[in-house]
């Protein structure tokens, strides 16, 4: 290790992460899949197992104590994100499951409400399954036609084909800001501009982004923008959508239920005020104020300091995967610093399966991803059936990306020696 490297993020950190500290098949735990999801720091777990000893009631509908400090927390990370975010006003931040909620809140509520035959929503062909398949649902209902926006030769978004899709049948625009396969972060900015000067609304996925990189929604000018709490050291079972408030207000309810009405009567019922016209039922309280906890654990770390340490591991794992034999990285690659491109790389080696590699890594500890990672159309396009993929986080060393490199070369060896 040299002297730079000791002082890293990482090492004042880690202690943070109890689950990272523990031996799998008898080796140090070297974790690399956060973009599946993330680890969680004790202040995370910790204001969960809080909630649920000390404050567990119902939000929003009792006058007793525990009721007041569940709605004061749950509120109160409400107010977190909008900051986090820099949301106009905290009514722009509606509790979802995940991203994959929020994005059908989206495409339910506006989508089939806004959308007629002919029209047109742009996406691009390396979206998750999560912003294809809502859009198609609707598409089919609406009679709206999908156009996907495709790839550079070196496999980043093609913003010049995006303009030349951009038409006046455009009524929609459904972008991933960092895509969890190719790696690449997409120009959202120019997007929008470009989108907003045809009168056309764009929805920013930004599961991969929020956890990495300070994201200011206003500076963006995203109308709405989704992610999800599990993959920014929060919990599973949370996630929001940001929606600028003018659209929400005008969008219909997504689902039906307590929590979400004014009045109801017989014959009807009246909504209730943003936020909660968007939140029926009981939502994830005590997620949600883990959520908070997590977004306080990544603003007292500085999410430029994390984005800055993590283009530093990017650059030192392209600099080790450059070594790897017969290795097929997908997406762009990042400048020698480390810059335009997200800490995860999707891989295939010539001739072994992802999933084989993968079951390799683990025993020896080594915990990476592999399959189609929600991107099949994506790997379609590489006429690859899936990949393997390494991806990290501000938790992650020098010396893991090391090990892994070093133990990938070994299983490369193995299967090329048994392969002959
Ligand atoms: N990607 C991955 O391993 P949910 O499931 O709703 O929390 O997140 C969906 C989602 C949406 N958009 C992007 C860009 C994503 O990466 C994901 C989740 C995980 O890459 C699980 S497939």
Same mark, same amino acid.
């Not at 690399?32 to 000390?54: C, G, M, N, R």
């Not at 929805?203 to 992610?227: G, N, R, Y």
């Not at 017989?266 to 949600?288: Q, R, S, V, W």
């Given at each position: 290790?040299?002297?730079?490297?000791?002082?890293?993020?990482?090492?004042?950190?880690?202690?943070?992460?109890?689950?990272?500290?523990?031996?799998?098949?008898?080796?140090?735990?070297?974790?690399?899949?956060?973009?599946?999801?993330?680890?969680?720091?004790?202040?995370?777990?910790?204001?969960?197992?809080?909630?649920?000893?000390?404050?567990?009631?119902?939000?929003?509908?009792?006058?007793?104590?525990?009721?007041?400090?569940?709605?004061?927390?749950?509120?109160?990370?409400?107010?977190?994100?909008?900051?986090?975010?820099?949301?106009?006003?905290?009514?722009?931040?509606?509790?979802?499951?995940?991203?994959?909620?929020?994005?059908?809140?989206?495409?339910?509520?506006?989508?089939?409400?806004?959308?007629?035959?002919?029209?047109?929503?742009?996406?691009?062909?390396?979206?998750?399954?999560?912003?294809?398949?809502?859009?198609?649902?609707?598409?089919?209902?609406?009679?709206?036609?999908?156009?996907?926006?495709?790839?550079?030769?070196?496999?980043?978004?093609?913003?010049?084909?995006?303009?030349?899709?951009?038409?006046?049948?455009?009524?929609?625009?459904?972008?991933?800001?960092?895509?969890?396969?190719?790696?690449?972060?997409?120009?959202?900015?120019?997007?929008?501009?470009?989108?907003?000067?045809?009168?056309?609304?764009?929805?920013?996925?930004?599961?991969?982004?929020?956890?990495?990189?300070?994201?200011?929604?206003?500076?963006?000018?995203?109308?709405?923008?989704?992610?999800?709490?599990?993959?920014?050291?929060?919990?599973?079972?949370?996630?929001?959508?940001?929606?600028?408030?003018?659209?929400?207000?005008?969008?219909?309810?997504?689902?039906?239920?307590?929590?979400?009405?004014?009045?109801?009567?017989?014959?009807?019922?009246?909504?209730?005020?943003?936020?909660?016209?968007?939140?029926?039922?009981?939502?994830?309280?005590?997620?949600?104020?883990?959520?908070?906890?997590?977004? @306080?654990?990544?603003?007292?770390?500085?999410? @430029?300091?994390?984005?800055?340490?993590?283009?530093?591991?990017?650059?030192?794992?392209?600099?080790?995967?450059?070594?790897?034999?017969?290795?097929?990285?997908?997406?762009?690659?990042?400048?020698?610093?480390?810059?335009?491109?997200?800490?995860?790389?999707?891989?295939?080696?010539?001739?072994?399966?992802?999933?084989?590699?993968?079951?390799?890594?683990?025993?020896?500890?080594?915990?990476?991803?592999?399959?189609?990672?929600?991107?099949?159309?994506?790997?379609?396009?590489?006429?690859?059936?899936?990949?393997?993929?390494?991806?990290?986080?501000?938790?992650?060393?020098?010396?893991?990306?090391?090990?892994?490199?070093?133990?990938?070369?070994?299983?490369?060896?193995?299967?090329?020696?048994?392969?002959?």
């Amino acid at each position: 290790m040299t002297a730079i490297q000791e002082k890293t993020l990482a090492s004042e950190i880690r202690a943070d992460f109890p689950i990272l500290h523990q031996e799998i098949h008898g080796k140090p735990l070297i974790y690399l899949d956060s973009a599946a999801t993330s680890q969680k720091p004790l202040a995370v777990l910790d204001a969960l197992s809080h909630y649920y000893e000390k404050d567990n009631a119902n939000v929003h509908r009792g006058a007793h104590s525990l009721s007041i400090r569940a709605t004061e927390g749950y509120e109160g990370s409400r107010d977190k994100l909008a900051k986090f975010v820099n949301a106009a006003s905290r009514q722009e931040i509606i509790f979802t499951r995940n991203a994959t909620e929020a994005i059908n809140l989206v495409a339910y509520s506006w989508g089939l409400n806004h959308l007629q035959p002919g029209d047109e929503i742009i996406t691009s062909v390396m979206e998750h399954h999560s912003n294809f398949v809502p859009w198609q649902i609707i598409a089919k209902q609406t009679g709206a036609v999908i156009k996907y926006v495709p790839l550079t030769e070196n496999e980043d978004f093609d913003l010049e084909e995006f303009k030349a899709l951009l038409s006046e049948k455009t009524k929609l625009v459904a972008l991933v800001h960092v895509s969890n396969t190719l790696g690449c972060i997409n120009p959202v900015e120019e997007v929008i501009q470009l989108a907003h000067e045809k009168g056309v609304k764009v929805l920013v996925d930004a599961c991969q982004s929020v956890p990495h990189m300070a994201i200011d929604v206003q500076k963006m000018d995203c109308d709405w923008l989704v992610a999800s709490g599990h993959k920014m050291c929060g919990p599973s079972g949370v996630g929001f959508l940001y929606g600028k408030q003018a659209i929400l207000e005008e969008m219909p309810p997504f689902l039906g239920g307590g929590e979400m009405i004014n009045e109801v009567f017989f014959d009807g019922f009246t909504c209730g005020e943003l936020p909660h016209k968007f939140e029926a039922g009981t939502p994830a309280i005590g997620e949600a104020i883990a959520l908070g906890a997590a977004v @306080d654990y990544l603003t007292s770390i500085g999410m @430029d300091k994390i984005h800055d340490y993590e283009q530093e591991l990017t650059a030192h794992l392209f600099k080790k995967l450059a070594e790897v034999p017969n290795i097929r990285v997908y997406g762009p690659l990042p400048s020698k610093e480390g810059k335009g491109r997200a800490s995860l790389a999707a891989f295939n080696v010539e001739g072994i399966h992802g999933s084989d590699l993968s079951t390799l890594l683990d025993q020896e500890g080594i915990a990476i991803r592999s399959g189609h990672h929600c991107t099949q159309p994506l790997h379609r396009l590489f006429e690859a059936s899936g990949s393997a993929r390494v991806s990290l986080h501000f938790y992650n060393t020098y010396e893991e990306i090391d090990q892994f490199v070093k133990i990938l070369k070994e299983t490369i060896d193995f299967f090329t020696n048994i392969m002959g």
